[in-house]
């Protein structure tokens, strides 16, 4: 009796062992597929960010021209305010 479980045992051994080696293979196929599209996101990620910093630096550059042109028309109601003054006179 015990002898048929052992030979049973070492039948269903001897099957699962190349089940067992397949699905390691196949789970070395995901990892390298996990990997590849962590990579080719890695890579968008930059692109993206690169073109968020460009859009950033814009917007900064935009803000800094508005507020030049806000100062400018602020000296211009002194200008005005200036010229009023000396016409008066």
Known sequence: ???QEINLLQAQFSNFKPENEALRSG???S???VKQ???VALQN???VMNSAHASIK???SGVE???FVAEILKSIDRI???KDEEEKF
Request: proline share 0%.
């Open 58 to 60: 814009q917007l900064v």
């Open 37 to 39: 599209k962590c990579e």
């Open 65 to 67: 021209t508005l507020n």
């Open 31 to 33: 990892l390298t597929v």
């Open 1 to 3: 009796m015990m002898k």
């Open 27 to 29: 789970q070395g196929a």
């Open 45 to 47: 990620l930059c692109v």
């Open 80 to 82: 005005s305010e200036v």
